[in-house]
């Protein structure tokens, strides 16, 4: 075969392109409707990547036993019941816990175990104590607005004169 004949049927062959459409909850097989009914509510409000996962566990969840798929249910109904809050908390104490190596986890376990039952307690209230107090309410039961993080950037240098150089470089 000559490089051209090669070249002109590469060309001569259809291009299929994959339209960026989005994953309808209307366009969702009954089994994965099924599977992820807790967030029909908000399913289209959701960005793709976020669909994308919850369809990996909808197409899993047929194949699961059925305390598997009972425990599936609970957790996605808990998981609605969430504010946004709460579920970027999760997140982040997933993606902590993702990163550390078995040995590290097992590590840490092996610290809990050898604690008193007393010093259990106490860690245990902090957890609630720190839950509680980084809560935050919903918008529509908020009586001040959440401002957001402040910035934390190089301390002000302080010259010999006591004025601030941050101004000084402007």
């Known amino acids: 075969m000559s ?4 070249t002109t049927s590469a060309l001569a062959a259809p291009t299929i392109t994959q339209p960026s459409t989005k994953t309808t909850w209307a366009s969702l097989t009954s089994d994965q409707k099924t599977a992820l009914s807790p967030l029909a509510n ?3 409000k959701m960005d793709e990547l976020r669909r994308k996962k ?3 566990i909808a197409n899993k969840y047929s194949s699961m036993k059925p ?5 599936v249910q609970e957790r996605v109904q808990a998981w609605v019941k969430l504010t946004p809050e709460q579920r970027m908390a999760v997140r982040e104490n997933f993606s902590n816990t993702v990163k550390k190596t078995p040995e590290q986890k097992s590590a840490q376990w092996q610290q809990y175990q050898q604690l008193s039952d007393e010093e259990k307690t106490k860690l245990a209230n902090e957890a609630k104590m720190k839950k509680s107090v980084t809560i935050v309410q ?3 039961k908020r009586t001040t607005p959440v401002l957001p993080p402040l910035k934390k950037g190089p301390p002000p240098v302080v010259n010999a004169s006591g004025a601030s150089q941050a101004n000084n470089n402007k």
């Open 138 to 140: 919903p918008e529509s």
């Open 54 to 56: 919850w369809l990996g």
């Open 67 to 71: 305390e598997e798929q009972q425990r």
């Open 3 to 6: 490089s051209n004949s090669v």
């Open 42 to 44: 908000e399913w289209d």
